[in-house]
C-alpha cells in the first residue's frame, strides 16, 4: 500500500529532477555504498556538497537529493563518467512503477505530470 509520503516524494523528485535538467551535465558520477537502517543502499548522482565532517549531499539521476553523514558511508567512488538526469521516459517509468495502478502520465516541456484523473485535467495541470 502507497502512503502520502509515497506521494509527496513523488512531487518533491519532480520538482528536484526539473531543477537537475536546467544544470550542465558536466559534473562527474560518483558512487556512495551507505549503510541506513540495517540496509545497505548503493546511490549514484551528481556530488553537490561535502560537509567538513565528511558528509556529502548527492543528487541522484531521478533527482532525489541523498544527505549521506560520514557514519553511513560504507564505500566512496568517482567515476568515469559525466552526469546525466533521468529523461522524462526513464523518470516517468520508475514513478510509475511505484504507485498504484490506475495512474498515467503527461508530459509538457517542463514537467512530467502522474495523475490518476482525467487526461484533460492532467493537461489543463500542465
Not at 519532480?14 to 537537475?20: E, F, P, Q, R, Y
Not at 503527461?106 to 500542465?126: E, F, K, M, P
Amino acid at each position: 500500500m502507497h502512503n502520502r509520503a509515497t506521494y509527496t516524494r513523488v512531487l518533491c523528485l519532480l520538482a528536484v529532477w526539473g531543477a537537475a535538467c536546467t544544470t550542465a551535465a558536466a559534473e562527474q558520477v560518483e558512487r556512495v555504498v551507505l549503510q541506513r537502517e540495517g540496509r545497505r543502499h548503493t546511490v549514484e548522482g551528481r556530488l553537490l556538497l561535502t560537509a567538513q565532517d565528511g558528509g556529502v549531499l548527492l543528487m541522484a539521476r531521478d533527482g532525489e537529493l541523498w544527505a549521506i553523514p560520514p557514519d553511513e558511508q560504507v564505500e566512496r567512488t568517482a567515476l568515469d563518467r559525466p552526469f546525466e538526469p533521468l529523461t522524462p521516459e526513464e523518470l516517468s517509468s520508475r514513478l510509475l512503477a511505484e504507485l498504484p495502478a490506475g495512474f498515467d502520465v503527461h508530459h509538457t516541456a517542463n514537467y512530467v505530470i502522474l495523475y490518476d484523473t482525467s487526461r484533460a485535467y492532467a493537461q489543463w495541470c500542465g
